[in-house]
């Protein structure tokens, strides 16, 4: 077979304009074009858009080097812009907008939008081709039970979420718990969770009772009947990343990977989304791996693990080891 | 010595180097096989550099292991997009950049002589015309810039802003959403160069079950799906992950399969000569290549659509075609309903039946019952019954319980000596 002759659109994603020493580099300019910089000032911006060892790069270059005709100095230790223009964005590149295209058909991307505004979208994007279609790909062990994002309740429940958490109000909301007893509460939304392999959104805030802080709570969004904003003010000295922070994670789970079955692959794809750490014993050629969870994850985290059967052997903590050993000889008596 | 460079020229250099940073994060210096030492500690620093505050070291008795290491729940964007935006460039390619969008914002179409004239009056640098007129046509080739013909020679501007950028509130909308795919669509990064375009970061999401490791197959992944979308052959070198050894393979690029649970991807390929579905690791695929247009590419991709409903995972199976498998278990139904729940929204198909109080039947017809193994092991502590037309399925299962129970159910002396020592 003959090697492609093509004149058709190719993209590429290794781009250096997408890269983080053009980011630098502009951030520079658009800022030193207002207020002129010192090269403190420089280091500082570099750190916070590049990489470790970028900014011992990019500043001398823009200051004394082969880049130095972007910026002219302003005074004995600053620099301002030699541009003409503050904003030096580039117009979105047909990659962007192909990939914004593809998009419009995700129904999770549409619950975003009004039909109003899908409607305008559409219109924008319709002589751009889609970087991908939804068909090209198929997930074959997401879950069944996935939130129903095309309900317009559940679309104007995530909306006003949406909302609450980019203005940080606090939100009023009736939700409806697992045995079905329905509540209202009000809650500091912090941010919205979303789990592909669930293909659920879960609202992870902390709760308020009159006007004091409480607990921290996950709210499934399809259990959320109803929702809105509220006047009331957020205690102070609230902190919106209060949910991120496990203050109290557990011990981490210890387990023995046996060298057959590929089971060392496997399980660090498997378990990739988890903090771990890996070390190889020599004596007796095994890998032993710590997992780091958090403690509402420990009863998927089991049955994770014990799906692997016996190429793992779980070594601790001991009240992890417990339940599996409790479900292993359950298993035994009811299998043999 | 040539000096130590953050930025690299080829992508295929990190990729490499950094999914065995992230996923294993073990190995030593002298592990990482084929290549050089200096190679090693070079690629160690890039990556260091890109993903400082991820990245550990631990000193072992073999030497220094690095490795990434990150909890999903905790992170907000995918720390290895940086891979992406470590590209090496020239002086010239960084200036030409900032005068081109500096001079073009005015508005006026300019020749590529006078884009010569005015970057040597304004900013004092004489570059070549012809390296002007090759970035013009890079710049219009990735829709930066627009070009058109006035009078023998071209003249280019600066690509029109989509109306919806306008539209503020719009636009926000949009910026949102682009905070959510650029983490959970394909080609992820793309979203994420967004949202590095109007300096934004995600600060409304969070995510579990996320696996970042698999944006490192995104390029391959957008010529596999150039070539689906001509409806043409693919060439590529498949390596195996186990043995390491390369295979040249062609056949007809079909669907991308995706694991929600691992975020593993595979390519879906028909093999005209084997009349056979495969499905590989794009991990393991490099180098891949569009070749000739097939003109029955529809009609493959139909037959496929009629096989999906028996596939479990991956597996088209092998010669006995169909296999069934009836697994009965235990639940409490009064205190359990939610396995029940397990039952329907994992079973991917398969039938789930009371058989009577607090016994449950599930059954399913696949491809390979092989796939489902971990599943049912996910069970262990409940399974009364499993039956299965292929046997050898049965006995892996059964004799994977009994390995069990010898492991935990009979041995906790040595679990507990194990443990403490």
């Known amino acids: 077979m003959n090697a492609k002759k093509t004149t058709a659109e190719t993209f590429t994603l290794f781009e250096e304009i997408y890269g983080s020493y053009f980011q630098a580099v502009r951030r520079i300019l658009e800022q030193s074009f207002h207020t002129p910089l010192t090269l403190q000032d420089m280091y500082r911006l570099v750190r916070a858009c590049a990489f470790e060892e970028s900014a011992s790069v990019i500043v001398p270059k823009l200051t004394k080097g082969p880049w130095s005709a972007l910026l002219k100095k302003d005074g004995e230790k600053t620099w301002k812009s030699a541009l003409r223009i503050a904003s030096l964005k580039t117009p979105l590149t047909s990659l962007q907008k192909s990939w914004l295209k593809a998009l419009l058909n995700d129904v999770r991307f549409r619950l975003f939008f009004t039909e109003e505004q899908l409607t305008h979208l559409s219109e924008e994007l319709k002589e751009i081709p889609a970087l991908y279609r939804q068909e090209d790909f198929r997930c074959f062990d997401q879950y069944a039970d996935g939130d129903s994002y095309e309900d317009p309740a559940y679309r104007t429940v995530f909306r006003t979420i949406l909302q609450a958490i980019s203005s940080r109000k606090p939100l009023f909301t009736a939700y409806s718990g697992k045995k079905g007893r329905h509540m209202t509460m009000e809650i500091l939304p912090c941010r919205l969770q979303y789990s592909q392999k669930d293909d659920k959104f879960r609202l992870l805030g902390i709760s308020v009772r009159h006007g004091r802080i409480g607990a921290p709570m996950i709210l499934n969004l399809a259990r959320i009947e109803g929702c809105h904003l509220s006047r009331n003010p957020v205690p102070a000295g609230f902190d919106w990343n209060t949910p991120f922070l496990s203050e109290n994670r557990p011990e981490p789970v210890q387990i023995r990977i046996a060298n057959e079955r590929n089971a060392l692959e496997r399980c660090m794809l498997h378990f990739a989304n988890y903090e771990k750490r890996t070390v190889y014993d020599p004596d007796t050629d095994t890998w032993l791996c710590s997992l780091y969870y958090d403690p509402s994850d420990e009863t998927e985290l089991l049955i994770e693990l014990l799906s692997f059967g016996p190429v793992i052997r779980i070594l601790g903590p001991e009240n992890f080891l417990k339940q599996v050993r409790e479900r292993v000889k359950r298993q035994h008596e009811l299998f043999f | ?421």
């Not at chain 2, 969008?101 to 010569?116: H, I």
């Open chain 2, 1 to 421: 010595m040539a000096e130590f460079q953050e930025l690299i020229k080829s992508f295929d250099r990190i990729r490499d180097y950094m999914r065995q940073f992230f996923l294993y994060g073990f190995k030593v210096r002298g592990e990482y096989g084929e290549k050089s030492g200096r190679t090693y500690d070079n690629e160690r620093r890039r990556i260091e550099n890109y993903l400082s505050g991820y990245i550990h070291s631990d000193y072992t008795s073999k030497g220094k292991q690095i490795s990434i290491r990150m909890d999903s729940k905790q992170i907000l964007s995918n720390p290895l997009y940086a891979a992406w935006k470590s590209k090496s460039f020239t002086d010239r390619d960084l200036l030409l950049h900032f005068f081109l969008l500096d001079l073009l914002s005015d508005g006026s179409p300019r020749t590529v002589p006078e884009l010569c004239d005015d970057i040597s009056l304004r900013y004092g640098k004489i570059l070549d015309a012809q390296i002007i007129r090759l970035k013009c046509r890079e710049y219009e080739s990735l829709g930066i810039l627009r070009s058109e013909k006035r009078g023998k020679s071209l003249s280019y501007q600066l690509a029109e802003p989509l109306n919806l950028e306008k539209d503020t509130q719009l636009w926000n909308v949009i910026q949102n959403a682009v905070k959510f795919s650029s983490e959970t669509a394909p080609f992820g990064v793309v979203g994420s160069t967004i949202l590095d375009r109007e300096f934004l970061s995600n600060d409304l999401f969070c995510w579990k079950h996320y696996f970042c490791v698999h944006t490192l197959e995104d390029e391959v992944l957008l010529t596999i799906l150039s070539a689906m979308r001509e409806h043409r052959f693919l060439s590529f070198e498949n390596r195996s992950s186990r043995s390491g050894k390369s295979v040249q393979l062609t056949g007809l690029p079909l669907q991308i399969f995706v694991s929600a649970q691992t975020g593993r991807r595979y390519l879906c390929v028909y093999f005209p000569p084997k009349r056979r579905f495969n499905c590989l690791r794009l991990d393991c695929i490099f180098h891949p290549r569009a070749l000739e247009i097939c003109p029955e590419y529809e009609l493959h991709r139909e037959n496929l659509r009629r096989n999906l409903p028996y596939c479990w995972g991956v597996s088209f199976g092998g010669r006995s075609r169909m296999e069934t498998l009836c697994m009965t278990l235990y639940i409490d139904e009064a205190s359990e309903g939610h396995i029940i729940n397990r039952l329907r929204r994992e079973g991917r198909g398969g039938e789930v039946q009371q058989v009577r109080e607090n016994v449950w039947l599930y059954m399913g017809t696949f491809f390979d019952t092989n796939e489902m193994l971990p599943w049912i092991k996910s069970f262990t502590g409940r399974i009364l019954d499993l039956q299965c037309s292929n046997q050898a399925v049965l006995d892996k299962v059964t004799a994977d319980l009994k390995a069990m129970y010898q492991m935990y159910g009979e041995e906790e002396k040595d679990e507990r000596k194990e443990n403490n020592g």
